[in-house]
């Protein structure tokens, strides 16, 4: 079976461009989950879909980065504009559903902001 | 909110050495949330090492081991004999059980094995 899979594993970009980041769960789970992830802030929840309806949008996050989910296979996550600050590597995991709470993350993206 | 916290930075230890790592839960959602340690191996992803939904019981796998105290708030993860192999980022996670799964995390530890 196929993981969760993320394009492109590594992105640099200049401050104030626009970049999409993209995730495709694994098939079948109905749960997906954008983070972020630092050193000194460890994994932070951008956003949360179930079958396709966003659940959470983390709240620090809202103003700069949108996820999307326009069907059950795909998913997108853009930041605009970038900022160094948003120097990072953004994990998608997807999880089965309703009490299946275990989650199976993808690679992540690794991007640069300059 | 919900929290974790769990040894932070690095920890060496010798090869065939014991292992511990702390980690501790606050839940203001759920009395008994459930219980996660994840791994990221190098060049790898995040992924489950093991998991305990029950208070009281213990979780294995890979030769670590983990057990739910209700009492202490605490979910430590152990290893009796560490191996170069075992060289990794390790986080502790909960989630509510409420039917959402969204977990919260610790800000993970890097395990470092020495030879």
């Known amino acids: 079976d196929a993981g969760v899979t993320q394009t492109p594993r590594h992105e640099v970009a200049e401050k104030g461009q626009t970049i999409i980041l993209k995730c495709e769960p694994v098939s079948g789970h109905n749960d997906l989950f954008w983070y972020r992830q630092t050193k000194i802030q460890g994994l932070e929840l951008l956003s949360y879909f179930r079958s396709k309806s966003l659940m959470e949008d983390g709240g620090a996050f809202k103003d700069r980065f949108k996820a999307e989910m326009l069907n059950s296979s795909f998913s997108t996550l853009k930041i605009q504009p970038t900022e160094p600050k948003d120097s990072a590597v953004y994990l998608c995991?997807?999880?089965?559903?309703?009490?299946?709470?275990?989650?199976?993350f993808g690679p992540g993206t690794r991007l640069l902001v300059l | 909110g919900d929290s974790v916290t769990q040894t932070e930075g690095q920890v060496t230890v010798s090869e065939s050495k014991s292992l511990i790592i702390n980690c501790t839960y606050s839940?203001?959602?759920?009395?008994?949330?459930?219980l996660f340690w994840y791994v990221r191996y190098p060049g790898e992803g995040l992924q489950l090492l093991l998991k305990?939904?029950?208070?009281?019981q213990k979780g294995s796998s890979r030769g670590f081991e983990a057990t739910y105290n209700k009492e202490t708030t605490s979910f430590h993860l152990q290893k009796a004999s560490v191996q170069e192999s075992d060289s990794a980022v390790y986080y502790c996670a909960l989630s509510d059980d409420s039917g959402y799964n969204k977990l919260t995390f610790g800000k993970g530890t890097v395990l470092l094995v020495s030879p």
């Open positions: 995991a997807s999880s089965p559903g309703i009490n299946q709470d275990t989650q199976y």
């Open positions: 305990v939904i029950t208070a009281g």
């Open positions: 839940a203001t959602s759920i009395a008994y949330p459930n």
